[in-house]
C-alpha cells in the first residue's frame, strides 16, 4: 500500500467537498464521484458549487490530487475505502430517506478489498442492515461533526473522530483511523450502532441546549433577567460549558431539524417515546413564531406594514437556507398581511423562490429604507457594520427585533430605535419577584 492511502469520496455536495479537499490536503489522492455530470465538469474546472470558506482555496490547491468523476467504475479501481457522502434528507414521516445510500451500496459490487465508510447520517441501525445483505462488503461508520461556516477548521482540528466497526471490519477501521492521526485529535474507536448513535444523540443534544436557553430567555423576558448574562453565568461551570448557549430565535439548517426528528422517530419505531425531543422541537418551532408577536407588540396588526428581514440563510458563512427560521419568518409575515423585503449577503439568490411573495434586495438598506420594522434573522457581521444613524432616517419606523442578540442594543436606543432582544427585558415586568440577596 503507498503511504499515504488513495480514497474514493461518494457524493460531492457539502460533506463530501470538504472531506475531500481536507484528505488531499493531507496528501491523498482523492477520486470523487457525483451522478451530475455539470457538477462533476465544474469541480474539474475548480468552480466550487457551494460557499464554504477555505474550501474553494483548498480544492485549487490541491487540484493535481482530486479526480472528479461520474463513473462509479474509476474509484473502485483507484481506491479501496469509499467515503459514502451523499445526503439522507427526511421522508414526511420524519425518517431519514436512505435512498441514495442503497443506491450506492448497489453500485458498489461484489469485493472483499472495498470498504463502504458511513459519513452520511444514518438511523441506527443501518450498518447492520447494509451488512446483512453485503456481508463482502468492509463496513465502517465515520460521522462528521463539520459546521456549516467552519467545516475546514473543524475537518482539520476536531474535537473527537469516531471510527465503529464490527469483528469483522476491524482491519478496515484501522485504516479509517490512520487516515486521521495526523490531526492529532481524539480517535473513539466503537461499534457501528454506536458510532452511529453518537452522531444523532451529539446533534440532539446541542439542540436541546439550544431550545433550553431559549426557554431561559423567554422566562428571562417576564422576569426581567438578562439571558446574555444567565448563559455566561452558567456556561463557565465546565459541567454545562459556554457552548450553544446563545438565545434566539431558533435553531435552522440542514442537520439539526432532521437529525432531532429523526432520533425521535427511530426511539419510537421501537415504541418509546422520547418527550424531550418532543419538547426540544415544540419550543424551537415556537420560538421563531414569538419574533412575530415582538413586532406585533409595537405595531399592532401588519397588515399593510412593511417589515424587513436581516439575514436569511440559517446562520452566517453559509448560503444554505435548508429550514431556515427567515422561511417560517417570511411565510408568517405574509399571512398576517405584511409586505415582506429581505437581503442576505451570500443566500439571496438561492432564497428567492422560498421565500414566497418576498422582495430579495441587493443590500441591507435597500431592504430597510421604509420599514415599519425590521428582524435580524442571520448575524451576519457586516449588519452590526451598518450605518445606523442612516438607517433610522430611512425607516418608516425604528423598530428592531434582534432575533440574535447581536446588536449593539445600548447604541440603537441612544439613536432613537425601539429595540427588541431575545430574552432581554430592560426593567423586571410588573409583579417580578424582589432579588434574594
Ligand atoms: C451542526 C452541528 O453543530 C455539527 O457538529 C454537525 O456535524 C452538523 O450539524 C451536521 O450534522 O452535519 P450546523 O448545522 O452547520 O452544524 O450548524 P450549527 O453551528 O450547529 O448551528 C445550527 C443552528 O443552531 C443554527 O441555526 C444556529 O443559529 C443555531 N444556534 C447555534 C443557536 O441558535 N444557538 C447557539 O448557541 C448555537
Same mark, same amino acid.
Given at each position: 500500500m503507498p503511504e499515504r492511502e488513495p480514497i474514493g469520496v461518494i457524493g460531492a455536495g457539502w460533506v463530501g467537498l470538504v472531506t475531500a479537499a481536507c484528505f488531499a490536503e493531507l496528501g491523498h489522492d482523492v477520486h470523487v464521484r457525483d451522478i451530475v455530470q455539470e457538477k462533476v465538469e465544474s469541480l474539474a474546472r475548480g468552480e466550487v458549487p457551494?460557499?464554504?470558506?477555505?474550501?474553494?482555496?483548498?480544492?485549487?490547491?490541491?487540484?493535481?490530487?482530486?479526480?472528479?468523476?461520474?463513473?462509479?467504475?474509476?474509484?473502485?479501481?483507484?481506491?479501496? &475505502?469509499?467515503?459514502?457522502?451523499?445526503?439522507?434528507?427526511?421522508?414526511?414521516?420524519?425518517?431519514?430517506?436512505?435512498?441514495?445510500?442503497?443506491?450506492?451500496?448497489?453500485?458498489? #459490487?461484489?469485493?472483499?478489498?472495498?470498504?463502504?465508510?458511513?459519513? +452520511?447520517?444514518?438511523?441506527?441501525?443501518?450498518?447492520?442492515?447494509?451488512?446483512?445483505?453485503?456481508?463482502? &462488503?468492509?463496513?465502517?461508520?465515520n460521522p462528521e461533526f463539520l459546521k456549516e461556516g467552519t467545516a475546514v477548521e473543524d475537518f482539520m482540528h476536531p474535537d473527537r473522530v469516531v471510527v465503529g466497526a464490527g469483528p469483522e471490519s476491524q482491519d478496515?477501521?484501522?485504516?479509517?483511523?490512520?487516515?486521521?492521526?495526523?490531526? #492529532?485529535?481524539?480517535?473513539?474507536?466503537?461499534?457501528?450502532?454506536?458510532?452511529?448513535?453518537?452522531? &444523532?444523540?451529539?446533534?440532539?443534544?446541542?439542540?436541546?441546549?439550544? +431550545?433550553f436557553i431559549n426557554e431561559i430567555a423567554n422566562v428571562s423576558e417576564e422576569l426581567g433577567a438578562d439571558v446574555n448574562e444567565v448563559a455566561r453565568g452558567m456556561g463557565l461551570d465546565n459541567r454545562i460549558g459556554p457552548q450553544f448557549l446563545r438565545a434566539g430565535i431558533g435553531y435552522g439548517g440542514s442537520c439539526f431539524p432532521k437529525d432531532v426528528s429523526a432520533l425521535k422517530q427511530l426511539a419510537g419505531n421501537t415504541g418509546y417515546h422520547f418527550q424531550l425531543l418532543t419538547a426540544v422541537i415544540e419550543v424551537n418551532e415556537l420560538q421563531k413564531r414569538r419574533t412575530i408577536q415582538k413586532l406585533q407588540k409595537h405595531l399592532g396588526s401588519l397588515v399593510g406594514k412593511d417589515i424587513a428581514l436581516l439575514g436569511i440563510s440559517f446562520k452566517p458563512q453559509t448560503d444554505d437556507i435548508r429550514e431556515a427560521t427567515s422561511?417560517?419568518?417570511?411565510?408568517?409575515?405574509?399571512?398576517?398581511?405584511?409586505?415582506?423585503?429581505?437581503?442576505?449577503?451570500?443566500?439571496?439568490?438561492?432564497?428567492?423562490?422560498?421565500?414566497? #411573495?418576498?422582495?430579495?434586495?441587493?443590500?441591507? &438598506?435597500?431592504?430597510?429604507?421604509?420599514?415599519?420594522?425590521?428582524?435580524?434573522?442571520?448575524?451576519?457581521?457586516?449588519?452590526?457594520?451598518?450605518?445606523?444613524?442612516?438607517?433610522?432616517?430611512?425607516?418608516?419606523?425604528?423598530?428592531?427585533?434582534?432575533?440574535?442578540?447581536?446588536?449593539?442594543?445600548?447604541?440603537?436606543?441612544?439613536?432613537?430605535?425601539?429595540?427588541? #432582544?431575545?430574552?432581554?427585558?430592560?426593567?423586571?415586568?410588573?409583579?417580578?419577584?424582589?432579588?434574594?440577596?
Open positions: 457551494i460557499y464554504e470558506p477555505g474550501l474553494s482555496d483548498l480544492i485549487l490547491q490541491n487540484r493535481e490530487r482530486l479526480h472528479f468523476t461520474t463513473d462509479m467504475g474509476d474509484v473502485l479501481q483507484s481506491a479501496q &475505502l469509499l467515503f459514502c457522502c451523499v445526503d439522507t434528507p427526511p421522508l414526511y414521516s420524519g425518517d431519514a430517506d436512505l435512498s441514495r445510500v442503497e443506491r450506492v451500496v448497489e453500485e458498489l #459490487g461484489d469485493s472483499r478489498e472495498h470498504a463502504i465508510v458511513m459519513k +452520511s447520517t444514518v438511523p441506527v441501525g443501518t450498518g447492520r442492515s447494509i451488512r446483512r445483505r453485503r456481508d463482502d &462488503l468492509g463496513y465502517v461508520s478496515f477501521g484501522d485504516r479509517v483511523a490512520a487516515l486521521y492521526e495526523p490531526l #492529532g485529535g481524539p480517535i473513539v474507536r466503537t461499534d457501528v450502532e454506536s458510532a452511529e448513535m453518537i452522531k &444523532l444523540a451529539s446533534n440532539a443534544f446541542l439542540a436541546t441546549k439550544i +431550545s422561511l417560517v419568518l417570511s411565510a408568517r409575515l405574509q399571512s398576517e398581511g405584511a409586505h415582506v423585503r429581505a437581503f442576505d449577503p451570500v443566500a439571496g439568490a438561492r432564497a428567492a423562490d422560498l421565500l414566497g #411573495g418576498a422582495d430579495i434586495k441587493d443590500s441591507a &438598506l435597500d431592504a430597510l429604507d421604509g420599514a415599519h420594522g425590521a428582524v435580524l434573522v442571520t448575524e451576519w457581521p457586516e449588519f452590526r457594520e451598518l450605518d445606523w444613524g442612516e438607517v433610522k432616517d430611512r425607516m418608516a419606523q425604528p423598530l428592531i427585533v434582534d432575533g440574535r442578540n447581536f446588536l449593539d442594543s445600548e447604541l440603537l436606543e441612544r439613536q432613537g430605535f425601539t429595540y427588541e #432582544g431575545v430574552g432581554r427585558a430592560h426593567a423586571p415586568a410588573l409583579g417580578a419577584p424582589t432579588p434574594v440577596r
